[in-house]
C-alpha cells in the first residue's frame, strides 16, 4: 500500500476538499484523512499511480505538494537535516559576505554550488577566503540580527522527539551556526565545518576535512549504526546538490524548496509546505504536534 498526500502552505492554506476528492476517486484510493483542515489530507492507494508526475504538475499550479510514500515505513526513528535554507532561511556564509561588504559575488558563488555546477569543497574554500580579516565579532552579529529560523522547524523537532526520533543537525556551514541553531530547536548532535579565527578575525580559511556531500552520507552511516538504527528509519531533509548523498540514501528525502536540480533527484518534494510537511507525510496530524 502507499500513502497519497496532499499539502498546501500553512500560511495560506488552500487545499480543497474537491482537490482530495477527485484524486481519490480516480486512483481507486480509500477514505480520505485530513490531517489538517484546508492544509494537508491524505488517502491509501494499493500502487503508486502510473501518471503520477502529470498530476503533480497540475496540483503545483494550484499551490499544492503532492507526495506518495509507501504506508508500511512512513513513520521515521531519526531526522537528519540540513542547515541553510533548510532549518534557517538563510545561508549563513552569505550573509556574513554581507557584513563582509563582498555579499554579491559570495551569494553568486553559493548559488552556483548548491545548484551542483562547481565543486562542493573549492567553492567552500572560496567563498571563506573572501572573508578574511573580518571581525570575529560579526558572527554573533549575522546570528542575532541575520538568521530566522525556517517555519515548522520547532514542531518538526518537538514533535519527533516526543516519540523517542533522535535528531542531527549536518551542515556544510559552520559550527559557529550550527550550535546556536541546534540548541534553540532541540537537536541532539550537530556536525559542520570550523571558520578558523586569529587573533579575533576571520583567516579566511576553513578548517579541514570540509564537511560535504560525503561527509553527510557517513553521519547518516555513522550515525545510525550507532543508534542501531537503518537507514531505512531515517528522514533526511535539505536544498542543495550536497544534500542528494543524504536524501539518497534515507528511507525518506524530502527535497525541501530546494533547487530545481536537486528536486528533479528527489520523489518527495515539497515546494509550498513548510518543515511540517514532514511530519504531515510521516502521518501525524495537527493535533499530534508537539511543542
Known amino acids: 500500500m502507499f500513502t497519497v498526500i496532499l499539502l498546501s502552505s500553512p500560511s495560506q492554506p488552500a487545499l480543497e476538499g474537491a482537490l482530495v476528492e477527485s484524486l481519490r476517486n480516480a486512483w481507486g484510493g480509500r477514505h480520505a484523512v485530513w490531517l489538517a483542515s484546508d492544509e494537508a489530507a491524505e488517502f491509501e492507494v494499493a500502487q503508486k499511480p502510473d501518471n503520477l508526475w502529470e498530476v503533480w504538475e497540475n496540483c503545483q499550479a494550484m499551490g499544492v505538494d503532492l507526495i506518495v510514500v ?4 512512513r513513520r521515521k526513528k531519526m531526522l537528519l537535516a540540513d542547515m541553510d535554507s533548510t532549518m534557517i532561511e538563510q545561508e549563513c556564509i552569505d550573509e556574513l559576505a554581507d557584513e563582509a561588504g563582498v555579499g554579491t559575488r559570495v551569494k553568486d558563488i553559493t548559488a552556483r554550488a548548491m545548484n551542483g555546477e562547481l565543486d562542493f569543497d573549492g567553492a567552500l574554500r572560496e567563498r571563506v577566503g573572501l572573508l578574511k580579516g ?8 549575522v546570528l542575532a540580527e541575520r538568521i530566522t529560523f525556517m517555519p515548522g522547524g520547532k514542531a ?4 519527533m522527539k516526543a ?3 533522535y535528531a542531527a543537525l549536518v551542515s556544510g556551514g559552520f559550527t559557529a551556526f550550527t550550535a546556536r541553531v541546534a540548541a534553540e530547536l532541540g537537536f541532539d548532535e550537530n556536525r559542520a565545518n570550523t571558520l578558523i579565527i586569529e587573533d ?4 579566511g580559511e576553513v578548517g579541514m576535512p570540509i564537511l560535504g556531500k560525503q561527509a553527510k552520507v557517513d553521519a547518516l552511516e555513522q550515525i545510525t ?3 542501531g538504527l537503518t537507514e531505512e528509519d ?3 531533509v535539505g536544498d542543495g546538490a550536497n544534500d542528494l548523498g543524504m536524501l539518497h540514501r534515507a528511507g525518506l528525502g524530502v527535497a525541501l ?4 536540480s536537486v528536486a528533479a533527484e528527489c520523489d518527495v518534494r515539497v515546494n509550498f509546505g513548510d518543515l511540517t510537511a514532514l511530519l504531515y507525510v510521516q502521518g501525524y496530524s495537527k493535533a499530534d504536534f508537539a511543542g
Not at 156 to 159: F, G, P
Not at 257 to 260: G, I
Request: charged letters at 20%; proline letters at 6%.
Open 134 to 141: 573580518l571581525d570575529a565579532s560579526i558572527i554573533s552579529k
Open 225 to 227: 549504526v550507532r543508534l
Open 234 to 236: 531515517v528522514i533526511a
Open 156 to 159: 518538526l523537532l518537538a514533535t
Open 70 to 73: 509507501p504506508s508500511a515505513t
Open 200 to 203: 579575533d578575525k576571520l583567516t
Open 163 to 165: 516519540q523517542g526520533g
Open 257 to 260: 524548496h530546494a533547487k530545481p
